[in-house]
């Protein structure tokens, strides 16, 4: 069995990791811990463990009945996990905590706004997606509209949301590996990329579901004990818990108070709006919905999800303040040259060291590397599949493109995408992962959200219109991205930003917007009336699904 | 043009019934939760101090992490509700309205 032969390759590969780390070790290039041999070989244990229960599973599922189309066999608990675990990802649990321990009441703002979006999938999208009955968003927003320069925009889309949201898992994986064999970053970005693809060349889409579902169970475990473990050894107290992290913190009370991080409302809003809309627009997210059997099942997932991840917000915002107490001041977590060793993203890990000890470090590293893992090859399917299946299969050949060209295409774009992001990690050393994630969101509800949220919602929305909202959308995003603090400071090494603010939600999602608005009411073409006349089947059909004539 | 049954379902009482109903519940659940997000990110950039005072007084426990936690409390209510509202009312209606189409 091939996936058998998959599994033995990554193990080795992750096996010769260990044996590469070695001699770093003793050069002292490393980041200046001794190797922990106690730890490291509980995170191959466990990377063992959880990657063939995978394949083992995935491999059950294929035979037993067909996993995507007859969708029966997820039912919404599973599905429900799936999901959570798809968003609980590197960005959510190593970044997250991050923001968290160095800013504090600030990232509240993350952690309701990460469940908060989860309630506009329910209440707006989740139902109505899956009544439409296709296979990706694209699908949906072409409903009635035309089908092939409006599917060029949403793969467009797909990879301006891809790139960046796999940089933020790539640079917490390249952290991770770094603090836990301690290797140079740079060493450890290439050995993760040089994983990842493996993993996405050879796993594929089969085993992402199920890595996903039991990965959840695993974080969601993990951080309950890394989160009672703490709570524990202040007796409970949480008021203890804030006094003791506001004693211990540089910044002292302020960490109880808002205002270290967020100081403007633009930034504020636009992160909000980044959460409670970006979510419903990111591409590999929304595909879950099209596993399950009906609208019923679509809803019941979501529910589960958002118990799932609420609770797992609710455990970061402990955790983080813990990292603060039993992290922050601890020297044996500390790099050389200051700061944390691998960085702040690592400190949910080195809490985990100090609440259970070598074994229990290695647990952890080894789920957060699998997530990282899963939640990379599924995006990084869903970018190449964007180019491959949407623009050169469907745009650029018209339906009528052969297998082998399609397939050679998706595995050059992996290839790509899999080099561009090794180099951009490495030049975002450092970075938190929840910052480059929300840029990622940014993009999806400045582009992808509002489009599809008027293909629903707004009869009078037109091809015309669509295009316009969703390139002006794009452009507005990536332009002041670009002059944004992040990638004109931090990337290129500028003094200072041109864009002062860090998300361009607000003004994408506007310019997306107005756009689209003017675009629509001012199209008076026969193809723009035909839109807006079948716009009533479509709504129809939202409502309560299909109806046999 | 709408097929023959689109023309009855828009006919349907129970059908616009079941739009609006579920039209009301969405938007005021939405409304509440995005409006409590909002009141937050207000409170957190104009009146910090407000966030930052202790719910009790002589505590340390400051109202911006209860409101926090007040508001995915809230979100997560909001879910049940909204699932049993779908499961007991508009299920039914749907089933309703598909055995008058079928009359």
Redesign the interface.
């Known amino acids: 069995m091939s996936i058998w032969r998959i599994t033995w390759v990554l193990l080795a590969l992750l096996y010769s990791t260990a044996v590469a780390a070695a001699p770093a070790m003793a050069d002292g290039n490393g980041s200046g811990n001794e190797l922990n041999m106690t730890a490291i070989s509980m995170f191959f244990v466990f990377i063992s463990i959880t990657l063939v229960i995978t394949f083992w599973a995935s491999s059950r599922t294929r035979t037993r009945s067909d996993f995507y189309a007859a969708g029966n066999s997820i039912g919404g608990v599973q599905n429900g996990l799936a999901i959570a675990g798809d968003f609980m990802s590197a960005a959510t649990f190593l970044g997250v905590t991050a923001l968290v321990y160095s800013t504090g009441?600030?990232a509240?703002?993350f952690?309701?706004?990460g469940?908060?979006g989860w309630?506009?999938i329910?209440?707006?999208v989740a139902e109505r997606l899956r009544n439409l009955g296709q296979y990706t968003f694209s699908d949906v927003v072409a409903f009635r509209l035309q089908r092939k320069p409006v599917r060029t925009m949403s793969a467009i889309g797909s990879l301006a949301v891809a790139i960046p949201y796999l940089l933020a898992q790539m640079v917490g994986a390249g952290a991770l590996i770094q603090s836990l064999f301690s290797l140079p970053y740079e060493y450890a970005v290439v050995l993760v990329g040089v994983l990842m693809t493996f993993y996405v060349t050879f796993g594929g889409m089969l085993a992402t579901t199920w890595i996903q579902t039991i990965k959840a169970v695993l974080l969601l475990a993990g951080g309950t004990i890394i989160g009672v473990g703490v709570m524990a050894m202040l007796n409970f107290d949480?008021?203890a818990l804030?006094?003791a992290a506001?004693e211990v913190h540089p910044k002292g009370e302020a960490i109880?108070?808002?205002?270290v991080m967020?100081?403007?409302?633009i930034t504020?809003?636009s992160?909000?709006l980044a959460f409670?809309f970006g979510t419903a627009g990111l591409p590999h997210v929304l595909m879950r919905f099209f596993t399950v059997p009906d609208a019923?099942q679509a809803?019941?997932s979501v529910?589960y999800a958002?118990?799932f991840i609420?609770y797992f917000?609710?455990l970061i915002?402990i955790i983080g303040l813990g990292a603060v107490v039993y992290v922050s001041n601890n020297p044996e977590f500390q790099a050389p040259g200051g700061g944390l060793i691998g960085g702040v993203n690592m400190s949910a890990i080195h809490l985990s060291k100090v609440v259970g000890g070598d074994w229990f470090l290695g647990f952890i590293s080894a789920v957060a590397f699998a997530t990282i893992l899963a939640v990379v090859s599924g995006l990084t399917l869903s970018a190449a599949a964007a180019v491959s299946h949407d623009l050169y299969a469907n745009v650029i050949c018209d339906g009528n493109s052969d297998r082998k060209t399609e397939l050679r295409i998706s595995r050059i774009t992996t290839l790509i995408i899999g080099l561009s992001t090794m180099a951009l990690a490495i030049l975002l050393e450092g970075e938190n992962v929840a910052v480059l994630a929300l840029i990622a969101l940014a993009i999806a509800a400045g582009v992808n959200f509002p489009v599809m949220f008027l293909s629903m919602y707004w009869s009078k929305l037109t091809t015309r219109g669509a295009l316009a909202g969703g390139y002006a959308g794009l452009a507005t995003a990536l332009i002041l991205v670009l002059l944004g603090p992040t990638v004109w400071v931090t990337l290129l090494g500028f003094d200072k930003p041109i864009f002062p603010y860090a998300y361009p939600t607000l003004f994408a999602m506007l310019a997306n917007l107005t756009f689209a608005y003017l675009f629509s009411v001012s199209d008076k073409s026969q193809r723009a009336l035909a839109e807006i006349?079948s716009f009533?089947?479509q709504w129809?059909q939202s409502?309560?699904g299909p109806?046999?004539? | 043009m709408l097929s023959q049954t689109n023309k009855k379902i828009l006919g349907n009482k129970n059908f616009h019934k079941l739009v609006s109903l579920r039209r009301r519940v969405s938007w005021s659940f939405l409304f509440v939760l995005l409006g409590s997000y909002l009141a937050f990110s207000l409170l957190s950039i104009y009146s910090p101090a407000t966030l930052a005072r202790p719910v009790f007084n002589g505590g340390v426990f400051p109202r911006g992490i209860a409101m926090g936690y007040a508001i995915l409390a809230l979100c997560f209510i909001l879910t049940l509700v909204y699932v049993w509202l779908a499961n007991n009312y508009f299920e039914p209606l749907e089933k309703k309205i598909m055995a008058e189409l079928k009359q």
Do not use: H, N
Request: without cysteine; hydrophobic residues 55%.
């Open positions: 009441m600030d509240m703002l952690v309701i706004g469940t908060l309630a506009v329910l209440l707006l949480f008021s804030l006094t506001a109880l108070a808002p205002g967020f100081t403007d409302i504020s809003v992160v909000g409670v019923r809803r019941r529910a958002i118990g609420g917000q609710s915002f006349e009533d089947a129809i409502e309560i109806v046999q004539e």
